[in-house]
């Protein structure tokens, strides 16, 4: 045994000593002390080995030994040392090759060690949605400009290591901040506008010069900083003014819970930040401008090359529809028209393209304190910036509208004569000026005047009793003229039959030289119908397709022959319609008068007959039973 190992077994051969002491003996205060003893011995002994373990290194002598070699020392090879007595201590060490510049290597190439960086799973997937990120086409201007704003201030935030990017515009005229984008660390940024104090925003304006604060105290916080709804702990800050041509138009302004995050080398980095800003300000500017000039100018056209006439009120709110939607931005369209039977101005032609509750149509404008009244009262347009300060409905005091933002209403008069309203709804506040305005009120003068004329046309077509087309009489005179003669036919028991005549379908193509062929086809079977009829019938045109022949004191039997004479007549004799002579056909329905004196029951007898004839194809004669 070493003498190592005496030491260890004279000291825990005491242990067994201190256990056995209560056992041997029955004094209870003995056997408490020993207890005692044996507990402090033991932990003395517990302490000792962690000491050793953690500080005191083994003595120097038991290194002092020639090592023991596994091997010859190569680079990268491991070798073990160990003492002679009693093998206490193992040291496993790498020794490396320890590279050194010396005469004989100094002018080779030294290999580079190669770092490879951590690369995630999904690094390219998320590199490339970053570098791919689509720009929205579907949104204005100014939400295009935000989009690129905001990628603006990420970068901004991230290079200044920064708790908040935020930009502001500045309105001189109200001397008010607007918060337009911002990227933060924060769910407190008050998203509304800023009245000019004299904080730091209101400094910067008053300035014109950038502001830096590196202390700021968290007493001091709510006053200095006014874009957070609750203190942050923010302790820096800087601010820039961004000029657009030579006036200031916004702020760029970052925050920090450092102190002196930012310096003067951060304004002057801002500084080439802001002007790039207003670089790409100037250039949307520039874009949205040929934009909106392009956008116009197609609008007008629209209007100016309609070429072809109005037949019914849809298809002039249509064109009409088509004609503002290039003019200015809108998110609600009312077209309000007077209608001159009724004399009163009704909502006709409604677009919304949102999800909230607007007007329906035919709501009936109340010309005293409404927004639209006022405008077709005075005759001047009507422009309101915000609807929620407006005391005075847009249409009606029974309207349910849910809008909030601008509302425009304005007055299409020809020969000081009020024939609509144009109405314009966005939900941005402040969203047209007076330019637009008077763009739109000049422009709208050539559809004044088309609403002027198809009413004066309506008035006169109301006041005619022939077909301006074909010379026949329209439908309200030939029902006149029929209910009188059926009226006659009755007092003297004359016989009497009602033929009605369609032009069968064909292809309407329109010709390269003259357009739709129709007005020819229709023209040629009129004539050919008044070449054979007689003194005392009535002709009239019923519908765009449908003619109606009254024949007094004739049988129905005579007048289905004629029908069938008129039918083959029509087939055979072509049309000239352009370079071509073309050959057309018509189906005729035939009804009796007999004993009859109610015109409307007459007519529909007649057009079963008709809806019989074009159920076998068209080209053909029937009666009614």
Not at 417 to 442: H, M, P
Request: glycine share 4%; with cysteine; proline share 4%.
């Amino acid at each position: 045994m070493t003498d190592k190992n005496k030491k260890r077994l004279f000291i825990f051969i005491f242990i067994p000593v201190l256990i056995a002491i209560p056992f041997l003996t029955d004094d209870l205060m003995l056997r408490i002390i020993s207890s005692l003893i044996l507990v402090i011995y033991v932990a003395f002994i517990i302490f000792l080995r962690d000491s050793l373990r953690v500080g005191i290194t083994p003595p120097q002598q038991n290194f002092e030994e020639f090592p023991k070699e596994t091997g010859k020392n190569t680079p990268g090879e491991e070798i073990e040392y160990d003492t002679n007595e009693g093998e206490e201590f193992k040291i496993v060490s790498t020794n490396k090759n320890i590279e050194i510049l010396t005469q004989e290597n100094f002018n080779q190439t030294i290999p580079r060690t190669k770092k490879d960086f951590f690369k995630p799973e999904d690094f390219k997937e998320h590199f490339d949605k970053i570098v791919h990120e689509e720009f929205p086409h579907d949104v204005n201007q100014d939400e295009q400009f935000g989009f690129v704003l905001e990628k603006i201030l990420n970068i901004v935030k991230d290079a200044f290591m920064a708790h908040t990017a935020v930009f502001f515009w500045y309105n001189k005229v109200k001397k008010r901040l607007t918060l337009e984008r911002f990227v933060s660390s924060s769910n407190h940024i008050t998203k509304k506008k800023f009245d000019l104090e004299d904080d730091i925003l209101g400094k910067i304006i008053q300035k014109e010069e950038p502001e830096l604060l590196s202390d700021i105290s968290p007493l001091a916080e709510r006053d200095v900083i006014r874009y957070y709804s609750v203190p942050q702990g923010i302790k820096s800050f800087v601010g820039v003014p961004l000029f657009y041509g030579k006036s200031l138009a916004g702020v760029l302004a970052l925050d920090s819970k450092v102190n002196d995050a930012f310096g003067i080398e951060s304004i002057f980095s801002l500084g080439r930040v802001v002007r790039v800003i207003s670089i790409i300000i100037s250039m949307f500017e520039e874009k949205f401008s040929e934009t909106q000039s392009e956008q116009r100018l197609r609008a007008l056209l629209s209007v100016l090359s309609c070429d072809r006439r109005f037949e019914t009120e849809s298809e002039l709110f249509a064109s009409l529809e088509s004609a503002v939607s290039g003019l200015i931005p809108w998110d609600a369209f009312t077209f309000v028209y007077y209608f001159p039977s009724e004399q009163k101005f009704k909502t006709t032609k409604i677009v919304n393209r949102t999800s909230l509750k607007y007007v329906g149509e035919n709501l009936e404008v109340d010309l005293s304190r409404t927004l639209v009244g006022k405008a077709i009262l005075s005759g001047i347009p009507v422009k309101i910036d915000d609807t929620t300060n407006s005391d005075f409905p847009r249409f009606a005091q029974s309207e349910d509208v849910s809008f909030d933002g601008s509302f425009l209403a304005i007055p299409m008069i020809y020969d000081e004569k009020n024939y609509g309203v144009l109405c314009f709804e966005s939900l941005k506040k402040n969203a047209y000026s007076n330019d637009d305005v008077n763009f739109v009120k000049n422009s709208m003068k050539m559809f004044a005047f088309i609403l002027y004329s198809y009413s004066t046309i309506n008035v006169f077509k109301s006041l005619l009793s022939v077909d301006i087309e074909t010379k026949a009489l329209n439908y309200n005179s030939f029902v006149e003229r029929l209910a009188v003669d059926l009226v006659k036919a009755k007092e003297f028991n004359a016989q009497g039959a009602v033929a009605l005549i369609s032009i069968d379908e064909f292809l309407e193509q329109d010709s390269l030289f003259d357009g739709n062929p129709f007005p020819k086809v229709l023209k040629a079977v009129a004539q050919m119908i008044k070449d054979e009829m007689t003194p005392l019938n009535l002709f009239g045109r019923l519908k765009e397709r449908v003619f109606g022949v009254y024949f007094f004191n004739t049988s129905a039997k005579d007048v289905f022959l004629w029908a069938e004479k008129l039918r083959v007549k029509i087939a055979r004799k072509p049309v000239a319609v352009v370079s071509k002579q073309t050959t057309f056909t018509v189906s005729i329905g035939v009804s009796s008068t007999q004993g009859k004196t109610d015109v409307h029951e007459i007519l529909y007898d007649a057009e079963l007959a008709l809806n019989k004839a074009l159920e076998k194809g068209g080209n053909t004669v029937k009666t009614t039973n």
